[in-house]
């Protein structure tokens, strides 16, 4: 099983659920595409 570090979200709250930081990637790497177009 894969161990995820905490994040930050955009408010600068620590998410250290599994499923919230795969959740706050999704959408760091959703904004990173929407802004390089």
Known sequence: MHKL???RD???NLLT???KVM????EF?????????
């Open 5 to 7: 570090s905490a994040v």
């Open 10 to 12: 955009e408010t600068g």
């Open 17 to 19: 659920s599994p499923v």
């Open 23 to 26: 959740q706050r990637w999704s």
């Open 29 to 37: 790497c959703k904004a990173l595409s929407s802004d390089s177009t």
